[in-house]
C-alpha cells in the first residue's frame, strides 16, 4: 500500500473534511517523498513539508502566521531543546502542550486542528527526540515516524512494526476525505428480511453487505472499509450492546421490539450526526421494528453548523418519519429524528422530554474535567442511572479512559455494570494518532471500548 493510493479523484466538495497535517507528506498536495520527489521543509519554521516551491507558495497565506511565531533562532527550531529536556512520555507532552499554550497566545487564537498537529506530530527522532532536520530520516514506509540514527531506528523497529501500516492507513483515509470532501458514503441499503444476530466481527458483517452494484469497484478498499466502519460503529456499537441488554417497557430482546427509543447524549454535529442516513442502517437489521425515534442531545450540538441561533427552544424536531429506502416506506416504518442543544439535564427538565429505551454516550468522555469547574456531566449522570430500566450505554477511546469513565459513575450509589468494559468487535477500523499514548499505543480508535451501566432497583 502507498501513501498516495488515491489517484487524481475529482474535487468534490461536498462538507469540507478536517484538514489534517502529516509530517511525511507535502503539506500542500499531500504528495509522498520519492526518488524523483524530495521533500523541503520550510526553511523559516522547520515544521512543514512542501514538495515543491509552487506548493509552498501557494500554503503560504495560511502558513504565514503560524509561521513567523515559530520562525527558527541560531538555526534551532522549537524542537531543539526536546532532546534534552524530554526523558519520558509524560515529559514529552508536556513539551508539546506548551508549545501549543505558546502559540495559542501568540497568534491570540485557536489553533487549527492541522496546526495542533503540527505541533504534536513534529518530525523529531522517536527514540531521543533528535530535532535537528540534517540527521533525521523517515520510516521508508509510512513516512510518519522518524529516527536521528541508523541505531534508534533498529532500536524501535519490532514496536514501530505493528503500527506502521495503521500510519499508513492513517494517512490515506485522511487525504481521501480531503480530496472528497466528507461524501454520503454507499451505505449498504440491504434490509434484513428476518433477524439475524451480528457476527463476532465488524469485517464479517461489512464483506458481504460491501459488494453491492452502487459501490464502485475501485473504491472497495481499505480506507473506504475503514471510513465506513467508522460511520457505522455508531449504529452498529448500539445493536450489539441492546442485543445484550432486556429493553422496553416489558424486558424485551431488542430483535422483538416494535418500537425503539434511543438518547444519544453529548452529541456533535460532526460526530453523531454525520450523514443522518445511518440510523436507517439501524432499522434495516432490526426487521420488527416500526418505529425508531432517535434524540440527540448536546451542548455543543450544532456548534459547528452555525444553526444554533436559529432553534427556538434549542430544538430541531423531524418527526415527518421519512425513511429513505422504498423498502421502509412500503411497510410505513418511520424514523424520528429529534434534536436538542441542551446539557441533559436541562433537556430532561422541558416539557418535549420522554423517556428512552436506552441512553447511549458514544466516546463520553465521562472523566475528562472530573473535578474541574466546567465539569458539567455529574449533574446530567445522575439522572442517567437512576432508573433500573434504562441502561447507560458507552463508549470510550481507549482502555485507560473508560476505566477512568466506569469510575465516575460507579461513585453514583446503586448502579449495576451489565456489560463490563471490554473491546468493541463493533469499534471503527480508521486508525487516529493519539498524541498522548496513554496506553502505549500509537492509535486509537472511535467506540474502541464498550460497556454498559443500570440503576439498581
Ligand atoms: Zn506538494
Ligand atoms: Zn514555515
Ligand atoms: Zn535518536
Ligand atoms: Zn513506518
Ligand atoms: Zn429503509
Known amino acids: 500500500m502507498e501513501v498516495n493510493g488515491v489517484g487524481t479523484e475529482p474535487l468534490v466538495q461536498l462538507l469540507p473534511a478536517i484538514r489534517h497535517f502529516h509530517p511525511g507528506i507535502c503539506?500542500?498536495?499531500?504528495?509522498?517523498?520519492?526518488?524523483?520527489?524530495?521533500?523541503?521543509?520550510?526553511?523559516?519554521?522547520?515544521?512543514?513539508?512542501?514538495?515543491?516551491?509552487?506548493?509552498?507558495?501557494?500554503?503560504?497565506?495560511?502558513?504565514?502566521?503560524?509561521?513567523?511565531?515559530?520562525?527558527?533562532?541560531?538555526?534551532?527550531?522549537?524542537?531543539?531543546?526536546?532532546?534534552?529536556?524530554?526523558?519520558?512520555?509524560?515529559?514529552w507532552l508536556e513539551y508539546r502542550k506548551?508549545?501549543?499554550?505558546?502559540?495559542?497566545?501568540?497568534?491570540?487564537?485557536?489553533?487549527?486542528?492541522?496546526?495542533?498537529?503540527?505541533?504534536?506530530?513534529?518530525?523529531?527522532?522517536e527514540v531521543c527526540k533528535e530535532a535537528e532536520p540534517s540527521k533525521i530520516i523517515d520510516c521508508p514506509n509510512c513516512h510518519s515516524v522518524f529516527y536521528c540514527s541508523d541505531s534508534h531506528c533498529s532500536q524501535d523497529a519490532e514496536r514501530h512494526?505493528?503500527?506502521?501500516?495503521?500510519?499508513?492507513?492513517?494517512?490515506?483515509?485522511?487525504?481521501?476525505?480531503?480530496?472528497?470532501?466528507?461524501?454520503?458514503?454507499?451505505?449498504?441499503?440491504?434490509?434484513?428480511?428476518?433477524?439475524?444476530?451480528?457476527?463476532?466481527?465488524?469485517?464479517?458483517?461489512l464483506k458481504t453487505q460491501l459488494c453491492l452494484k452502487n459501490v464502485d469497484d475501485r473504491d472497495l478498499d481499505l480506507k473506504l472499509y475503514a471510513v465506513?466502519?467508522?460511520?457505522?460503529?455508531?449504529?452498529?456499537?448500539?445493536?450489539?450492546?441492546?442485543?445484550?441488554?432486556?429493553?422496553?417497557?416489558?424486558?424485551?430482546?431488542?430483535?422483538?421490539?416494535?418500537?425503539?427509543?434511543?438518547?444519544v447524549v453529548g452529541a456533535e454535529s460532526t460526530k453523531e450526526l454525520l450523514g443522518i442516513i445511518r440510523w436507517e442502517y439501524l432499522v434495516h437489521r432490526l426487521p420488527a421494528l416500526?418505529?425508531?425515534?432517535?434524540?440527540?442531545?448536546?451542548?455543543?450540538?450544532?456548534?459547528?453548523?452555525?444553526?444554533?441561533?436559529e432553534l427556538p427552544d434549542n430544538r430541531c424536531l423531524d418527526d415527518s418519519g421519512m425513511t429513505q429506502c422504498e423498502d421502509c416506506q412500503e411497510k410505513g416504518r418511520v424514523i424520528v429524528y429529534e434534536m436538542c442543544q441542551l446539557l441533559y439535564h436541562e433537556y430532561k427538565n422541558t416539557n418535549y422530554f420522554t423517556s428512552p429505551d436506552a441512553i447511549?454516550?458514544?466516546?463520553?468522555?465521562?472523566?475528562?474535567?472530573e473535578g474541574e469547574k466546567r465539569d458539567a456531566w455529574p449533574e446530567s449522570l445522575s439522572l442517567m442511572v437512576q432508573n433500573s430500566d434504562i441502561p447507560l450505554i458507552f463508549t470510550s477511546y481507549t482502555s485507560t479512559e473508560a476505566k477512568k469513565d466506569m469510575a465516575v459513575l460507579r461513585k453514583f450509589n446503586d448502579t449495576e455494570v451489565v456489560i463490563?468494559?471490554?473491546?468493541?468487535?463493533y469499534c471503527s477500523v480508521r486508525p487516529i494518532r493519539d498524541f498522548t499514548r496513554e496506553d502505549a499505543c500509537d492509535m486509537f480508535f472511535i467506540n474502541q471500548y464498550i460497556s454498559c451501566i443500570i440503576g439498581k432497583k
Not at 166 to 193: M, T
Not at 360 to 369: L, T, V
Open 161 to 205: 512494526e505493528k503500527w506502521c501500516y495503521k500510519y499508513l492507513l492513517c494517512i490515506q483515509c485522511d487525504i481521501w476525505e480531503a480530496r472528497k470532501g466528507i461524501p454520503d458514503l454507499p451505505f449498504p441499503s440491504k434490509v434484513d428480511k428476518e433477524y439475524k444476530k451480528l457476527p463476532a466481527k465488524m469485517i464479517d458483517h
Open 360 to 369: 447511549i454516550a458514544y466516546n463520553c468522555g465521562f472523566h475528562e474535567f
Open 98 to 125: 506548551f508549545l501549543q499554550l505558546t502559540a495559542r497566545i501568540n497568534l491570540d487564537r485557536r489553533l487549527e486542528v492541522f496546526e495542533n498537529e503540527i505541533l504534536l506530530f513534529p518530525r523529531v527522532c
Open 27 to 91: 503539506h500542500f498536495c499531500s504528495q509522498a517523498p520519492s526518488e524523483s520527489c524530495m521533500l523541503k521543509w520550510c526553511a523559516q519554521c522547520q515544521l512543514v513539508p512542501y514538495c515543491s516551491k509552487q506548493c509552498q507558495r501557494k500554503d503560504w497565506a495560511m502558513h504565514k502566521r503560524f509561521c513567523q511565531v515559530h520562525a527558527v533562532e541560531g538555526r534551532r527550531n522549537v524542537f531543539s531543546q526536546a532532546k534534552i529536556k524530554v526523558h519520558d512520555k509524560k515529559s
Open 228 to 263: 465506513m466502519s467508522e460511520r457505522l460503529s455508531y449504529p452498529l456499537s448500539l445493536l450489539y450492546a441492546l442485543q445484550q441488554l432486556e429493553v422496553g417497557p416489558y424486558k424485551q430482546a431488542v430483535s422483538e421490539l416494535s418500537e425503539l427509543k434511543i438518547h
Open 420 to 425: 463490563p468494559i471490554h473491546m468493541n468487535p
Open 290 to 309: 416500526m418505529k425508531l425515534h432517535m434524540v440527540f442531545v448536546g451542548p455543543e450540538l450544532f456548534s459547528d453548523s452555525g444553526l444554533s441561533d
